[in-house]
């Protein structure tokens, strides 16, 4: 059994089960989503693959990459998302921790991490379940982790404040925020305890774990910022055109930190 638990405000927060529709229910969640769809089907290596989806939660990555053909692990330490996630065809889903994969060495083609580094609130502790993901993967195969921006939650706060909301923020939160990256849960509304990075940071804790050469990808990059993005998701001309200029600037080094979102994509030595 593993040493690690997950933390009470954390488990509660998914427990409510508002994440489940998070990537669907509006504009931002659905570029989000469309984006990774978009970006890990170019960085998957290959066809038919044994795929580990750490922290999958009830499965929306998954669902589709089942679909598409792989073979799909989901791990996750909250049983109720586990169980959602269960009765999905064609995906396994075990409960479990990042920091201690139920996983064997050297196991799957590529290996996710679509939440949990920003859970982590630890460096050592992210480290640790990069170093897990590696351990679980093939040589020669990719892992992949999502971490938060660190200008999210401010983007967040100042659009709350233009719309006449706070969301329990208060401008010495979101500047500390800003400053230090500590999401904690009991200081606003809309989230629970994260940590927010800069991409460099999450590169060098991938090469602390072993995992040098990353690649990084801004997931929205900037038009996910844009307070009417339903103008341009909702409309296929214009979110084709959306979706062609955020493959252009994607790897942009200057941009990657005006996201909300980062993909850090590196693969395993051979």
Same mark, same amino acid.
Request: proline share 5%.
């Given at each position: 059994?593993?040493?690690?638990?997950?933390? #009470?405000?954390?488990?509660?927060?998914?427990?409510? &089960?508002?994440?489940?529709?998070?990537?669907?229910?509006?504009?931002?969640?659905?570029?989000? %989503?469309?984006?990774? *769809?978009?970006?890990?089907?170019?960085?998957?290596?290959?066809?038919?693959?044994?795929?580990?989806?750490?922290?999958?939660?009830?499965?929306?990555?998954?669902?589709?990459?089942?679909?598409?053909?792989?073979?799909?692990?989901?791990?996750? $330490?909250? $049983?109720?998302?586990?169980?959602?996630?269960?009765?999905? $065809?064609?995906?396994?889903?075990?409960?479990?921790?990042?920091?201690?994969?139920?996983?064997?060495?050297? /196991?799957?083609?590529?290996?996710?991490?679509?939440?949990?580094?920003?859970?982590?609130?630890?460096?050592?502790?992210?480290? *640790?379940?990069?170093?897990? +993901?590696?351990?679980?993967?093939?040589?020669?195969?990719?892992?992949? +982790?999502?971490?938060?921006?660190?200008?999210?939650?401010?983007?967040?706060?100042?659009?709350?404040? +233009?719309?006449?909301?706070?969301?329990? %923020?208060?401008?010495?939160?979101?500047?500390?925020?800003?400053?230090?990256?500590?999401?904690?849960?009991?200081?606003?509304?809309?989230?629970?305890?994260?940590?927010?990075?800069?991409?460099?940071?999450? +590169?060098?804790?991938?090469?602390?774990?072993?995992?040098?050469?990353?690649?990084?990808?801004?997931?929205?990059?900037? $038009?996910?910022?844009?307070?009417?993005?339903?103008?341009?998701?909702?409309?296929?001309?214009?979110?084709?055109?959306?979706?062609? &200029?955020?493959?252009?600037?994607? /790897?942009?080094?200057?941009?990657?930190?005006?996201?909300?979102?980062?993909? #850090?994509?590196?693969? /395993?030595?051979?």
């Amino acid at each position: 059994m593993s040493e690690w638990e997950i933390e #009470t405000e954390i488990r509660a927060y998914y427990e409510r &089960g508002e994440e489940r529709e998070r990537l669907t229910r509006n504009a931002r969640g659905r570029l989000e %989503f469309a984006r990774m *769809q978009d970006l890990l089907r170019r960085v998957l290596p290959g066809e038919g693959l044994d795929v580990l989806d750490v922290g999958g939660a009830t499965g929306i990555h998954s669902a589709w990459m089942a679909a598409d053909g792989h073979k799909v692990t989901l791990v996750d $330490p909250v $049983p109720s998302q586990v169980e959602v996630a269960s009765r999905l $065809p064609g995906v396994e889903a075990v409960v479990g921790d990042a920091r201690d994969l139920p996983c064997g060495d050297s /196991t799957f083609d590529a290996v996710l991490l679509m939440g949990p580094l920003y859970h982590l609130t630890d460096r050592a502790h992210r480290v *640790q379940a990069v170093a897990e +993901a590696r351990r679980c993967a093939r040589p020669g195969a990719i892992v992949a +982790a999502v971490t938060i921006n660190r200008v999210a939650a401010w983007n967040d706060y100042l659009l709350f404040q +233009a719309g006449g909301r706070d969301k329990g %923020f208060t401008p010495d939160d979101a500047l500390r925020i800003l400053r230090e990256g500590d999401l904690r849960y009991y200081e606003q509304e809309m989230f629970t305890t994260a940590y927010l990075a800069h991409p460099a940071e999450v +590169a060098s804790e991938f090469a602390e774990a072993g995992l040098g050469a990353a690649v990084q990808y801004a997931v929205q990059g900037f $038009p996910g910022f844009i307070p009417d993005l339903e103008v341009l998701i909702d409309d296929e001309r214009a979110r084709d055109h959306l979706m062609e &200029g955020l493959r252009l600037i994607e /790897t942009e080094p200057s941009l990657l930190g005006a996201s909300n979102h980062v993909l #850090t994509v590196a693969q /395993t030595p051979a």
